[in-house]
């Protein structure tokens, strides 16, 4: 647009919008980054950072940074499904291991890179409009800081990276396609005293789940998970709800009562829908444009990769190497082929039912197995397809 002040303006500046900008940035463009957050302050997540989310960061260089804040590395993911628990290594020889960073360390990081990349960030800054010419295309948005004055910012691009609830995404109308009810609902704390010993642990029973994984300064993450159905009996007692999902599992029970609980309980229960994301003069990155339950903890892996392809098109737009729908169009059908397979997985894991008699058998047969056990981890991490697992392991060990 002439006369755009920016290049491109990002709303939201935690794991997809940062990212996004500072890629952005780094490839010379004029980049505004709003947010009405103050960083570092945290925000509800499962932590996790699967091995492809940590490759993300060793492109970006940034994950010398991530190992200086003392988090510790995951390298085993093991599942304990009342019976057999299926441990192995999430990763690749590349990207071996996986983190569990606290919010107030990780969003900080990447806001810190982007802006030595050379975007500019304002913090506490509402965005409350957006902006469209005549024709019906995005031109800019307009917000304040604090008590300040309203203030109109324009760009050839403004990217909503403002979470699944985003301002961005509503305001364009932004398409919903392959929605799925809410599933889960889930709650969860930190505590010290609960050494995990660089392994992320689920322990899973019928309609009823809980995992535990390190983080930041020596403490440990521990989440329940129920039904979305029993969501208004959980909230009358989440206390007691809370603590009575270990009881299903009695070796973590006592450990969990020998530990110190260091915050209070904090939770919440996602949809699950796929949006557009793209149109004239806009972009949705991160849960803004696509959202999973928090049952496979892929949101902040997937957060990085979608904002590589979402600068990646922009920047091939912008530079006019392609015309923006179809730059935008290949960054849609990228992100979608990707998140297919982890969103099918997601949604049939969170509904918490029991296992199926083809399920346990294959569970069964994998135990003590080490290359099936750490196919199986990869599954949950995102970097082995569901499909290329039961091409090897499923058909064969299930008939």
């Not at 409009?129 to 691009?157: C, P, S």
């Not at 029970?253 to 309980?265: D, F, S, T």
Request: proline share 6%; with cysteine; glycine share 10%.
């Amino acid at each position: 647009m002439p006369g755009a002040g920016y290049d491109v303006i990002v709303v939201g500046a935690r794991c997809a919008g940062s990212p996004t900008a500072m890629l952005l940035a780094r490839a010379g463009y004029r980049v505004l980054v709003l947010d009405r957050a103050s960083f570092p302050s945290d925000t509800l997540s499962t932590h996790l950072v699967h091995p492809p989310g940590v490759g993300a960061l060793r492109r970006w260089g940034l994950l010398d940074r991530l190992v200086a804040t003392g988090c510790p590395p995951i390298q085993t993911y093991a599942f304990d499904f009342d019976g057999p628990v299926i441990a192995g290594s999430p990763g690749t020889d590349d990207s071996p291991v996986a983190y569990g960073p606290r919010r107030i360390v990780l969003d900080k990081l990447l806001v810190d890179a982007a802006a030595e990349a050379g975007a500019e960030i304002r913090e506490r800054f509402a965005v409350s409009e957006v902006v469209f010419d005549d024709d019906g295309q995005v031109i800019g948005v307009r917000g304040r800081e604090a008590d300040r004055a309203v203030l109109t910012e324009h760009a050839r691009v403004v990217v909503g990276a403002d979470g699944l609830h985003s301002m961005v995404a509503r305001a364009v109308r932004a398409q919903h396609y392959n929605e799925k009810p809410r599933l889960m609902v889930g709650y969860y704390s930190y505590f010290s005293g609960l050494d995990m010993e660089g392994t992320f642990l689920a322990h899973s029973r019928p309609y009823r789940a809980f995992g535990a994984w390190p983080t930041n300064d020596g403490l440990t993450l521990v989440g329940g998970c129920w039904p979305f159905a029993e969501f208004a009996a959980v909230k009358r007692d989440i206390e007691g709800s809370y603590m009575g999902n270990f009881a299903l599992a009695p070796a973590f029970a006592e450990r969990i009562v020998a530990a110190r609980r260091e915050a209070r309980l904090v939770g919440t229960a996602v949809p699950n829908f796929f949006r557009t994301p793209h149109g004239p003069g806009w972009a949705l990155v991160g849960d803004a444009g696509y959202c999973k339950d928090f049952f496979t903890a892929q949101g902040i892996s997937d957060a990085f990769l979608a904002a590589e392809w979402c600068a990646r098109a922009l920047d091939e737009a912008l530079s006019g190497r392609r015309s923006y729908a179809e730059a935008m169009g290949e960054y849609q059908a990228v992100r979608d082929a990707h998140a297919q397979p982890i969103y099918d997985f997601t949604i049939g894991f969170a509904t918490l039912e029991p296992p199926s008699p083809a399920f346990a058998s294959l569970l069964a047969a994998i135990d003590g197995d080490t290359r099936a056990m750490d196919a199986f981890a990869q599954v949950n991490s995102g970097v082995l397809p569901l499909a290329d697992f039961m091409a090897e392991w499923g058909i064969r060990n299930t008939v």
